[in-house]
C-alpha cells in the first residue's frame, strides 16, 4: 500500500476559449494553459505547504481536487487513496474525505450557519452508514470546535458569511474543517485578510488537526503562517509545476530572495 495519500502526474490543464474572460486574439489558439504537467505527491499524516507568485495555479490546483472546473483538465491522473479521483464527482469527494476551504468564501443568504454545518456533517456521516445526530447532540461538537478558535455561538445563527468580517469567513471555514474531520484537507490562503491574532488562533487550529490519519494542504503566498503551523513538506508551483521541493528552510529562503528564480526555472 502506498505511503500517499494524494499522487498527481503529468496533470495538465487549460481554460477553453469560450471560458476565458481575457481578451484572446485568433493566433494565441484560444486555450489559457493552467498547469504544465504537474507532479506531486502528498505524504499521508502530514502538513505540506504549496507555495508560488500569483496566477501560479494554486488555487486552481486546489479547485480540480476538489472537483470543480474538472472540464479544464487536459491529462495526467490523480490518484486519492488509490483511486481515481477526477472519475468521481464532487459530493462523492467530499464523502470520501476531501475538503477545500476558500481563499473567497461565499455568502450563502437566508442559510442559518448551524443548520448548514449539521446538515454537511450529517450527509457525510449518513454516507459512511453512521447514525446522523441530533441538533443537541451536534451542538456540542461545536462548541468544543468554537472554543479553540475563539468564536462564539452567535455565528451559528448567523446566515452563512452574510455580513461576516474577512477574518470571520476565514475562521468559518476552519471551523467547518473542524467539524467535518476530513482525511485530505486543503486551505486555499487561508492566511490572507486575518490579522494577528486570528492568524495565531487559526493556526492552533490547524495544529489542532494534525493526526497520522490526516493530510493537511497549505496554499499561500507567503511563510507567515508556518510560523504558527510548521509545515513537514514545502512546495514551489511556479508556471503551472512544482519547479522544487524542501522542508521549512525553502520557505524562509523565499521570504528573503522571492519568486524570481522559480519563475525562471518553470520556463524551462
Same mark, same amino acid.
Given at each position: 500500500m502506498s505511503n500517499y495519500i494524494l499522487e498527481i502526474?503529468?496533470?495538465? %490543464?487549460e481554460i477553453p476559449p469560450e471560458k476565458r474572460v481575457d481578451t484572446v486574439k485568433p493566433d494565441q489558439g484560444g486555450g489559457k494553459k493552467i498547469l504544465r504537467g504537474l507532479d506531486l505527491k502528498l505524504a499521508a499524516g502530514k502538513v505540506h505547504a504549496i507555495m508560488g507568485p500569483n496566477g501560479s495555479g494554486k488555487s486552481s490546483l486546489a479547485y480540480y481536487l476538489a472537483g470543480r472546473?474538472?472540464?479544464? /483538465?487536459t491529462g495526467g491522473s490523480v490518484l486519492y487513496d488509490g483511486q481515481d479521483l477526477l472519475a468521481m464527482e464532487p459530493d462523492a469527494r467530499a464523502q470520501m474525505g476531501i475538503f477545500l476551504a476558500f481563499q473567497y468564501p461565499v455568502e450563502i443568504p437566508g !442559510?442559518?450557519?448551524? !443548520? *448548514?454545518?449539521? $446538515?454537511? *456533517?450529517? %450527509? =457525510?456521516?449518513? $454516507?459512511? =452508514?453512521?447514525?446522523?445526530l441530533d441538533a443537541g447532540q451536534f451542538l456540542k461538537i461545536v462548541r468544543a470546535q468554537l472554543k479553540i478558535l475563539g468564536m462564539g455561538e452567535e455565528m451559528l445563527s448567523r446566515a452563512v458569511n452574510v455580513g461576516f468580517s474577512g477574518g470571520e469567513k476565514k475562521r468559518?471555514? /476552519?471551523?467547518q474543517m473542524m467539524?467535518?474531520?476530513?482525511?485530505? %484537507?486543503i486551505l486555499d490562503e487561508i492566511d490572507s485578510g486575518l490579522d494577528i491574532d486570528a492568524l495565531r488562533q487559526v493556526g492552533a487550529a490547524?495544529? $489542532?488537526?494534525?493526526?497520522?490519519?490526516?493530510?493537511? !494542504?497549505?496554499?499561500?503566498?507567503?511563510?507567515?503562517l508556518l510560523s504558527f503551523v510548521e509545515p513537514d513538506? !514545502?512546495? /514551489?508551483?511556479? =508556471?503551472?509545476?512544482?519547479?522544487e521541493s524542501g522542508d521549512r528552510s525553502l520557505a524562509l529562503a523565499l521570504e528573503q530572495h522571492g519568486y524570481a528564480k522559480y519563475i525562471e526555472a518553470a520556463k524551462v
Open positions: 502526474k503529468n496533470l495538465t %490543464a472546473n474538472n472540464d479544464e /483538465i !442559510v442559518n450557519s448551524m !443548520v *448548514f454545518l449539521r $446538515a454537511a *456533517f450529517n %450527509a =457525510g456521516r449518513k $454516507a459512511r =452508514g453512521e447514525p446522523i468559518h471555514e /476552519i471551523l467539524v467535518l474531520q476530513p482525511k485530505l %484537507a490547524v495544529n $489542532a488537526m494534525r493526526s497520522a490519519g490526516r493530510t493537511l !494542504v497549505l496554499i499561500t503566498h507567503y511563510q507567515r513538506h !514545502v512546495h /514551489i508551483l511556479a =508556471g503551472g509545476r512544482i519547479v
